[in-house]
Structure formats: C-alpha cells, structure tokens
DNA sequence: ACCTGAACACCGTTCAAGT
DNA sequence: ACCTGAACACCGTTCAAGT
C-alpha cells in the first residue's frame, strides 16, 4: 500500500526501528518482535539494524524508554496540585497502567529485561520523593517499593487467572473435578449468580488492580 | 563418570527426563533446559523424548508439576493444627517460599506458562479453604488472591531491584546522575549507615518479602 | 513400541563484501 | 558511512527410516 515504492526509502535510525518495533509488538505481540521482521517492517535487512541498535537487547531497552516516556507524559498530564501522598501515588499508579493497558506486552517486556533502565530507576525515584513529602521515612519507603512491586507501574502479572483457565479444556476439567476444588467451584459459583449476565467475566481485572492496590497503600499510610 | 558406560542405558521415561531437565535448570538455569541438552543429559537424541513428552511445553508444564509436589509436601509437613487463618496461611506461604528459593528458575517458569495446572489450581483452592475458615466471604478470599498474586506461592518478581542495578555500570552511573535520582541516593546512603557492615547488602530479600506478605494479610484480616 | 538421522523453518549474530 | 548476502551456531519439531 505504500506508494513510495520506487523513492529512496527513508534512512533508517534508531527512533524508525523503535516504532517498527511497537507496531509489531502491538500488533502480535512481543514475540513476533525479531530482528528479521523489525527489518522487514522498515524494507531493511535484519543485519542493518545492527547499525543502529547494539544487538536485540538494546532494541528492547528502547521500547522500555518508549514506554516508559508515555508514562511520565501521561502522569505528568494528569496530576492534580493539591493531592495527598496516598492520591498522588494512587493517580500516579494508575496512569501509568492505562499506558500499560494500551501496550499488552510492556508488563512482560518489563519483568524480562535483565537491567533496569535509567528511566525506570527515574521513576521509582520520584515515587519515594512523593513518599517523603508524605512523611515516609526512607526505611519505610523502601519497603514501600518493594512492596508495591510491579503494582508501581501498573500492573500485576497475575499468576492466579481463573479466566485463562476457563479455556474449554479447563472449563471441561474444572467441573469434572469439582471435588478436587471445591472451595474455588463454589467461588465461581456465588461470583457468577452476582453477575448473572457474566458482563464482566470471571474477574474485572481493574477493579482487582484497584482492590489490592488500596489494600497496599493503606497498610503503609497506617505504618507512616 | 557413569561407568554404566557399556550397559543398556536405562529405559527413558517422563520422570526420568524431568529429573534431568531439573537438574539442568538447577545447575545452568531455565534458558539451557533445551529438548537437545536434556536428551544429551539421558544419553539420547533429542527426538527421542518425543516419545514421552508432547513436546517441550508439555515438559515444562512438568517441571512445574514437580515443584509443585515439593510445596505440597512441605506445607503439609510445616502446617500446625492450632493455627488461625492468619498464620497458617503465612506459614504455608513461607514454605512455599522456601522451596522457591532452592529453584531459582521455578518462579520465571511459574510465571511463562500459559495455562495454570491442576496442580496451582488445587494449591490455591486450599487457600481459599482456609479463608473460608478463617470467615472470609468468597468475594473477599477471590479479591485476595488477585491481591497476593504470585507472593501466595511464595515469590515477587521483583521489578525495582537495586541489587541488580548495583552493577559496576550501573553504581558509576548512579553516582554520576546522582542529582537525577537524589531520592533513591539518600535512600542508599541511610540503609548502608543503619547496616554499617554491608552484610545484608542493599535490600534483604526475606524481609522485604515478609514485609509485604503481612502488609497484605493484616490488610486483608481487618476487612475480613 | 521405541529410538534415530537428516531435514525444515525459524532464531540472533558475524563477517567479508559491496556501494 | 551505511547496507547486504551468505554463513554460523543455535532453537523446536517433522518425518521417514531403522530395530
């Protein structure tokens, strides 16, 4: 579709194989996000990416930037004066999920990065600044930090996903073997006669997301 | 150093193929379980684990299985009759955590799988009991699934780990960009006055988990 | 029934060669 | 200087062939 077939195509750069980089992860996903399809995406061979880009690593770094720099923007944005510590950290949380939300992939591309990047140590920073204006000592600060987790930047990887499980197979397996999980059966069942139209699913992720986040910020307000 | 060198190798089976993909992820970590390495490990082509495996996922889902085993058998032998909800479910989540912890690969691999087993399903099914016993509503024991999240089975991913940036680049640049995060610098300098010693290092992991375990489950106790 | 060798379709990356 | 083609060392997996 691209018209400028027989143009000089643009020069390639680290910003342009970035961009590829989003398009293809949010479009299939992280794992579709190699060398030789950012190369494809840009009319380029894999190999001159490497111009560019250090190796596959730095690629991935980039995106974290990328991602990282939507966040800052975003709660930036929305920021409101007069808040206090637990408001501010709340609005600031959830901002940058909604960043997170619009890029399915970020979270896992977050957990894997083996180094944390300079904009995410950034971020983090400020967090604590909030904390100590709130009156947080630096001790319970950095339990704050490590509590909080990835929650800080917005996300929770949920290892516990009824709603993955409820594939056919394991719907099929779960009411076979009831007797194996009673407790959870009976959950689903209360949950489900709640929510009779099931219009929310099994779980509403962003209220889950909001529950524990709370759940958080008042255990550490009542220890401030 | 196998002098069964001549004999007939022993048959292959699928324990016998997990015990050696965990032994491999012990010693070599998660990434060098390879289809070609485990069958190098049992003294066989690569191919012939087809045979007892579907495919590499499937031995994956194995491995998890086999952890799995391990936290049953150790909640079940450090469970204490006289126990409230409360701390019964701490200990339980702490010999998770224990068999975690001899498995530094289990909680990357916990994470990556698609689909939970039947296994995690039963493992917090049982949490749910124990809710339930303790006079959670299910609404309540679901909310705090969600909120534990992968700390129920005993392990954080930690995405904020200043161990890990304390790389000799990464302290450089600390040190350098200092007025870039002077949050976390301060931070840094009063854990290291308050332990002196460096004996701990930058953060104690068990601590830092337990923190947030029983800010979790006081949270959770008080709207129970 | 169980195991194997060769092969296929992918990776990231190196390297010498082109302009 | 930037880009390329061929090649290398890996993956998981298929398939026809062996015993």
Redesign the interface.
Known sequence: MAQANSEPRAPLSRELLLRAAVAIADADGLEAVTMRRVGEAVGAEAMSLYHHVANKGDLLDGLVDLVMAEIDERVERTAVPGDTWLQAMRRRILSAREVMLQHPWAPRL??TR???S?A???Y???L??LM?AGGFS??L???A???L??R??GF??????PA??A?PA?ER??RE?AD?????T??MA??AH?DPAGTIGW?DDQA??E??LD??L???DR?R
């Open positions: 977050f957990e083996p180094t944390m300079l995410v140590v950034r983090h920073d400020r604590v600044g100590r630096y001790d600060a950095h339990h930090l490590h509590a987790g990835s800080a930047l929770s990887q949920e290892l516990f996903d993955a499980s594939s394991s397996m779960l073997l194996q999980v009673p407790h959870l009976g959950m209360e949950i709640d779980c889950e997301f529950f524990a759940l958080l008042d255990g550490l220890r």
